[in-house]
């Protein structure tokens, strides 16, 4: 109780002397980078001060009653208990208030749902607990993972300033473009929002929503998933990188040609695949197997001394490429690249223990995953 | 107080499980008006002189899109991914898919709209979401597609998105 | 709690043969009396064990990072805490006050169906039962959030789910037939001479409250049906592989769980009612007006639901008619709070227990109705929607709300019951302490939630820690100065200290309940109708 107490007070301290600690998010919604976004906070902040002045008003004669009309200051009850005239005052103007607050808002909404002439189309597909952005008109598909080491999450290391608000491989986007967002879900409802661009919707498996966002100053900006879908909810950020136009071109051309070279197989040496399979492991697989491989049973089994790390490495392969039906086991054959899964399957077979000694290279997982074609 | 006969107390339960029954129809209008879910999509199996109306000069976008997990599983992909359709005109497109497994399989596609209020002005006369479709063993083959712009589209339709999801239908559970 | 009713037996009672002894009393029991205390300490217990849930989470969060326990098992927390609190607690609360009360309040001999009274209370035990012994199945308790969103809930659910759907069904039941019970009661047991319209205000409450659990508990039974075709026979209700819809599942469920939400708050307008009258020493102002108010707020209830899916992707046309339709929920809310405040305006004012409650109900349910109003707004609800903002809004309205009026309305009906007053001095440190905890713990929660913090997530960014930290704090003092509260129930009612109460007990109270029986009140009252002029 002590610690908690100091903790409480160190807080209170902190929130009293400097505001640097959450100078960039504030107290309040965010103004956002977008016309939308600025709208709906106007919007926000109107209706805002309107309802401070109906608290203002309604708990100020409340305090005046409970200060003036005490039994011990000697106050006499009156007796009057109706009048219909009163009663329809307080229900016009509240209703004419309302009235007022829906013209604006109708306004932005219609503004919202204007969906029409995007430059660009982004598909997103939410996945448990990651994303994938498909640039429909171009030939670039990625997953966006949380990047935080586990490390930071358990408490070992110190937490990184953009604690569980960064991933891998940010969505980039050009300002000043229309940018539609088709969203979906490959298994459970997601909900993909960014507050700086005012953009949430639900990912919905099955179907297709739309959004979209113009924004307008290049940035980082960061949001995260707020449909619960499990237990990786906490742990699916959004980073959209927002670029100059000629940037955004540049950086397509670079993705086209990075995500045609990951395709060509190479040879790696044993410690490679290790390395290379620890980052991938920790990206891809840690959130449910765990780091130490543990697992969560019974939905997530643990890989430490599992039959099929310690199987028949085909067997291994072909799990990590198609995935398990009917499990939360997603196929990795078009989501990682064959070295990803040569690397990841070596370390899976050779690490927390499980010493099998084998390994798997990319030309192999290639030749298994060509054969099933 | 005036006693109810223990008949019409009963006739209470039969209509309220009748409700239940009515339910179906009424949940099917209440996306029709609302438009929610993008579901309220025609077919037209009949030629109607109304949808399809040579006259009208409206040309709309249409961008054909398959299900991130699908193109996965099943190398599914449209041919083209966007389309100008025209009230009136009609035009076959088609979506690839590839079945990498030694056995046949029978899928279903699964088509969804975006906006789901306008989805109503996309007129399907052939799809191969009509039906199951059985894929030989390791075999690459291609779903026609033939879609028309209703003549009622009003103006503010601007554009259009078509989405399928490919489902292998035993793991339905029977259900078609 | 009514053992000292029985020595005070009538002496004219000749039929009457006093209650059983042990624990068949109990088990056996029709008197309403019996049932209403039987709800109450089952309310208590599940408000305890809710609580702790709650004191897990706010551990958790109390700093960034993974300390006490996994994000599945917070999920778990986070899932059962709902549960418990909205059906374990505040429901049969006011189920248990409503039991207490309308006999009293109505001038009748007991309820209409004391069989089916007896029923619906002893099915919650199992329900509740089995609902926890989740928590110690293989895959865990279920972890999809107390709204169990489709397919979360059914296709990747862990296998209790089952148990869960089970034990709502037997909730819905039991409320229903509670309902059932409350309407008959009052539609044909009501003194000579009480008409509708004299009816005091928490018998009118309920009986509207009643009529929305009639209509709204078949709806949550007929979509946990639904998860259970889809989850066990193949149907596939939720799932697009079947031709189905998983945002169907939404509309269902938020078509219970908006009326859900006034049967929750709607007694406790009654209850607030009450006591603010009595403590200003005035009449009610407005009565004809709080029941047309509380009839429309009830009636809107039904057509307001999607607001909790502005961000599905319902069209344009939708998300607007929803937005107006629950902007208009704010006038006959507003209506009450005016009516209140005008209530204690020019009253003559004392601040015993239950009405500094009541007062800290109204001042703090308005936060949360504003905060309300400012959530229908469609644009502003997708930067609001699933984050902290909605939960502190919505905490306001059921803790400072609902939970808040039931414990005034124990303070205040507690010397009734129970012959005893109950310590004054103690019920002050819970009510100041219970206050401060209340506004530590939700008010900063606004402010993370503007600032982007989502629900439902066992770890959060480093902007968000101090909030988070004052916010467990906050939590452990309201939670902690309950224990005060149990204390003193404990030794007003077993404990057998305390003054006397007065058959009046406060000052100018009016109703049945006050001027026509002692205090406390025998086991069985209104034998002979009392009558009402």
Same mark, same amino acid.
Do not use: R, V, Y
């Given at each position: 109780m002590t610690r908690v107490g100091i903790s409480a007070l160190s807080a209170l301290l902190l929130l009293t002397s400097s505001h640097s600690a959450f100078a960039e998010w504030g107290l309040n919604m965010t103004e956002g980078v977008t016309r939308i976004s600025h709208e709906v906070h106007d919007l926000h902040m109107i209706i805002f001060y309107i309802c401070v002045a109906i608290a203002v008003a309604v708990f100020g004669v409340m305090l005046y009653s409970i200060i003036y009309h005490r039994k011990s200051r000697g106050a006499e009850a009156a007796n009057f208990h109706e009048s219909t005239t009163v009663e329809i005052i307080w229900t016009v103007t509240p209703l004419i208030i309302l009235i007022a607050m829906a013209i604006p808002a109708t306004n932005t909404l219609i503004d919202m749902y204007d969906n029409k002439d995007a430059e660009i189309d982004v598909q997103i597909t939410g996945y448990q607990w990651k994303w994938r952005y498909t640039y429909l008109n171009e030939d670039v598909d990625f997953f966006s993972v949380l990047s935080t080491p586990q490390d930071q999450i358990d408490n070992i290391a110190e937490k990184n300033e953009n604690y569980l608000l960064e991933v891998d491989k940010p969505l980039v986007l050009p300002i000043n473009t229309k940018v539609r967002f088709l969203l979906t879900s490959k298994d459970v409802i997601h909900s993909w929002w960014v507050p700086e661009l005012a953009v949430k919707k639900d990912t919905i498996p099955g179907f297709i929503n739309e959004s979209w966002a113009i924004i307008d100053e290049p940035g980082l900006y960061r949001g995260q998933c707020t449909e619960l879908c499990g237990a990786g909810h906490g742990y699916m950020p959004i980073v959209v990188k927002a670029v100059s136009k000629e940037e955004y071109k540049i950086w397509v051309t670079q993705q086209a040609i990075e995500q045609a070279a990951a395709k060509e197989v190479k040879d790696m040496s044993f410690d490679e695949l290790m390395a290379q399979g620890e980052k991938v492991y920790s990206t891809n697989c840690a959130a449910c197997h765990k780091q130490d491989g543990s697992g969560m049973t019974p939905m997530f089994p643990a890989l430490k001394g599992s039959a099929i790390a310690l199987g028949d490495i085909d067997k291994h392969i072909e799990m990590v490429l198609d995935g398990k039906q009917g499990t939360a086991m997603s196929a990795f054959a078009e989501q990682l690249s064959v070295s990803d899964i040569a690397a990841v399957v070596t370390y899976e077979r050779n690490a927390w223990g499980n010493d099998k000694g084998d390994s798997a290279s990319p030309k192999y997982v290639k030749e298994l995953k060509d054969n099933k074609k | 107080m005036k006693k109810i006969s223990p008949w019409k107390i009963t006739i209470i339960p039969i209509l309220m499980f009748g409700f239940g029954f009515a339910l179906v129809p009424l949940y099917d209008i209440f996306c029709d008006v609302t438009g929610i879910n993008g579901k309220n999509y025609s077919v037209m199996s009949v030629f109607d002189a109304n949808a399809v109306n040579e006259n009208s000069q409206k040309i709309v976008t249409l961008q054909l899109l398959a299900d991130a997990d699908s193109r996965d599983v099943w190398?599914?992909?449209?041919? =083209? =991914?966007r389309i100008d359709i025209q009230a009136g005109k009609m035009i076959t497109t088609y979506y690839e898919i590839t079945n990498k497994n030694d056995f046949p399989v029978t899928i279903q596609a699964v088509p969804s709209v975006a906006p789901g209020e306008w989805a109503e002005y996309l007129v399907k006369i052939e799809c191969f979401c009509f039906n199951q479709q059985t894929i030989p063993p390791y075999e690459k083959i291609k779903l026609p597609l033939q879609v028309t712009l209703s003549a009622k589209a009003p103006e503010e339709v601007n554009h259009l998105s078509l989405s399928y999801r490919i489902y292998q239908s035993e793991s339905l559970g029977g259900t078609f | 709690m009514s053992q000292e009713g029985v020595s005070q037996e009538m002496p004219h009672d000749d039929h009457h043969h006093g209650p059983d002894k042990g624990i068949l009393r109990w088990l056996y029991t029709t008197n309403h009396k019996d049932i209403g205390t039987m709800y109450l300490l089952l309310a208590l217990g599940s408000l305890l064990i809710g609580g702790c849930m709650a004191f897990v989470i706010r551990a958790e969060l109390f700093e960034p990072g993974l300390q006490l326990v996994d994000p599945n098992f917070f999920n778990q927390m986070t899932t059962m805490h709902g549960l418990i609190m909205v059906f374990g607690a505040i429901m049969p609360a006011f189920v248990g006050l409503a039991n207490w009360l309308i006999p009293l309040m109505i001038g009748a001999p007991d309820m209409a169906l004391p069989r089916i009274n007896n029923w619906s209370f002893w099915l919650l035990p199992f329900a509740f039962g089995m609902l926890l012994s989740t928590l110690f199945m293989e895959g865990g308790a279920p972890n999809f959030g107390w709204t169990f969103y489709a397919p979360l809930s059914t296709d990747y659910a862990p296998p209790s789910v089952t148990f869960f759907i089970f034990s709502v069904h037997i909730m819905g039941i039991s409320s229903v037939m509670g309902a059932v019970n409350v309407i008959v009661t009052i539609f044909n047991m009501r003194a000579p001479g009480m008409t509708f319209m004299k009816m005091p205000l928490f018998v009118w409450t309920w009986l509207i409250t009643a009529f929305l659990l009639i209509a709204v508990m078949p709806v949550l039974a007929g979509v946990v049906t639904m998860m259970l075709m889809d989850i066990h026979f193949g149907t596939s209700f939720f799932n697009a592989a079947g031709g189905g819809d998983p945002v169907l599942f939404q509309h269902v469920f938020w078509f219970f769980g908006h009326p859900e939400v006034y049967i929750m708050i709607l007694p406790a307008f009654g209850i607030i009612s009450h006591i603010i009258s009595t403590f200003s020493r005035k009449p009610l102002f407005g009565y004809t007006s709080m029941v047309f108010a509380t009839s429309s707020i009830a009636i809107l209830s039904f057509i307001v639901w999607a607001h909790h899916m502005f961000t599905v992707g319902i069209p344009l046309a939708g998300e607007l008619f929803f937005m107006y339709s629950t902007m208009l929920i704010a006038v006959p809310t507003g209506v009450k709070v005016f009516n209140w405040v005008t209530t204690m305006f020019r009253g003559s004012m004392t601040f015993e227990t239950p009405m500094l409650f009541a007062i800290a109900f109204v001042v703090l349910f308005t936060i949360g109705g504003l905060s309300g109003l400012m959530l229908a707004i469609a644009p502003a609800d997708f930067q609001y929607h699933d984050t902290y903002f909605v939960v502190a809004h919505f905490h306001y309205v059921l803790v400072p709300g609902a939970l808040f009026s039931i414990l005034a309305a124990v303070y205040y009906w507690l010397p009734k019951w129970c012959g005893r007053m109950y310590n004054e001095t103690l019920g002050k440190w819970h009510f100041w302490l219970s206050f401060i905890g209340v506004n530590l713990t939700f008010f900063p929660m606004h402010f993370v939630g503007l600032a982007g913090m989502p629900r439902r997530i066992p770890d959060y960014a480093l902007q968000f820690a101090d909030f988070n930290a004052i916010v467990s704090v906050g939590a452990f003092v309201f939670g902690l100065s309950q224990l005060i509260f149990v204390y003193n129930i404990w030794r007003t009612t077993l404990g057998n200290k305390g003054e006397k109460a007065t058959d009046l007990v406060w000052e100018k109270p009016t109703g049945l309940e006050w001027t026509a029986l002692p205090s406390p009140v025998p086991y069985h009252t209104f034998q002979e109708p009392p009558k009402v002029d």
């Open positions: - | 190398q599914f992909t449209p041919e =083209k =991914k | -």
